[in-house]
C-alpha cells in the first residue's frame, strides 16, 4: 500500500523569505510523486512532478522539489515567499498499477504568508 | 476558455433532495474523475471512468452515482442527500500520455445539504 504525509497542517513565513512544506511518502514501488497548489475558490493546479527522471524537479512560480529516496520525501522548497503564494498545497504519491490511476492525495499544508 | 467546467459552482440544497453536479471538459482526455474535499481531509476519490463505458468506483462511492454521457461529460449525482454530504465537489481529467498521470481539475463545486 502506498501513503503520503504533509508533515505541517498549516506553514507561516514572511515575505521575502524562504518556505518549506514538508512530504513523506511510503510506497513499495518507484512512485511518481506532485505538488498541487489551490488557492482560495479554485481547482488544484499542478505545481510540479517527479516521474524518476532527476531528482531535483523545477516547477512553476519559482518552486521546487527534491526526491530523496534514503529519506522517503518530496519537500517542496522557494527561496523568497511572495504574497500570492498564500494558498493551500497538495503532495501526491502514484504508483502504477493502482487503480484511478494509483493516486493518493496528502491532506493538504495552508501556507500563509505574513507581509 | 477553461478547460474542465463545473455546474453549478454552488448549491445549497435539503436533506433527502437528489442533486446533480455536471462536468465538462475540452482537453480530450479519456478519463475523468470525481473527488470531494473536506477541511483537514484532503481529496477523496468518489468515481472514476477510463472511458465512456468504463465506470469504477473510488475510495468513498457511497451514496453518489455517476453517468459518463460521452466522453467530455461526467455527472455526479447524490441520489437523497443528505448532511455529511456537504463538501467541495471537485471534477478532474487525465490521460495516459507519457506515463505522467497528470491531473487537471475543475473550479470546484461547493454543495450545502441543509
Known amino acids: 500500500a502506498q501513503s503520503v504525509t504533509q508533515l505541517d497542517s498549516h506553514v507561516s513565513v514572511s515575505e521575502g523569505t524562504p518556505v518549506l512544506l514538508r512530504c513523506n511518502y511510503s510506497?513499495?514501488?518507484?512512485?511518481?510523486l506532485f505538488w498541487y497548489v489551490q488557492h482560495p475558490n479554485k481547482g488544484l493546479q499542478l505545481l510540479l512532478k517527479?516521474?524518476?527522471?532527476?531528482?531535483l524537479v523545477k516547477g512553476i512560480n519559482g518552486f521546487e522539489a527534491e526526491f530523496k529516496k534514503s529519506e522517503t520525501s518530496f519537500h517542496l522548497t522557494k527561496p523568497s515567499a511572495h504574497m500570492s503564494d498564500a494558498a493551500e498545497y497538495f503532495c501526491?504519491?502514484?504508483?502504477?498499477?493502482?487503480?484511478?490511476?494509483?493516486?493518493?492525495f496528502g491532506k493538504g499544508t495552508h501556507l500563509i504568508i505574513q507581509p | 476558455d477553461a478547460d474542465v467546467t463545473q455546474t453549478p459552482r454552488n448549491r445549497i440544497t435539503k436533506t433527502g433532495k437528489r442533486i446533480m453536479l455536471e462536468c465538462s471538459q475540452t482537453k480530450g482526455h479519456d478519463r475523468m474523475y470525481w473527488y470531494r474535499q473536506d477541511p483537514g481531509l484532503g481529496l477523496r476519490l468518489i468515481y472514476y471512468s477510463f472511458d465512456v463505458k468504463d465506470i469504477n468506483k473510488g475510495e468513498i462511492s457511497d451514496g453518489y452515482s455517476v453517468s459518463r454521457q460521452a466522453q467530455a461529460k461526467f455527472s455526479l449525482s447524490l441520489e437523497s442527500a443528505i448532511p455529511n454530504q456537504t463538501a467541495l465537489y471537485f471534477c478532474?481529467?487525465?490521460?495516459?500520455?507519457?506515463?505522467?498521470?497528470?491531473?487537471?481539475f475543475g473550479p470546484g463545486t461547493r454543495l450545502t445539504v441543509t
Open positions: 517527479y516521474t524518476s527522471a532527476a531528482t
Open positions: 501526491v504519491v502514484r504508483v502504477p498499477g493502482g487503480g484511478a490511476d494509483g493516486l493518493t
Open positions: 510506497s513499495s514501488y518507484s512512485p511518481s
Open positions: 478532474a481529467t487525465s490521460a495516459d500520455r507519457d506515463g505522467s498521470y497528470e491531473q487537471y
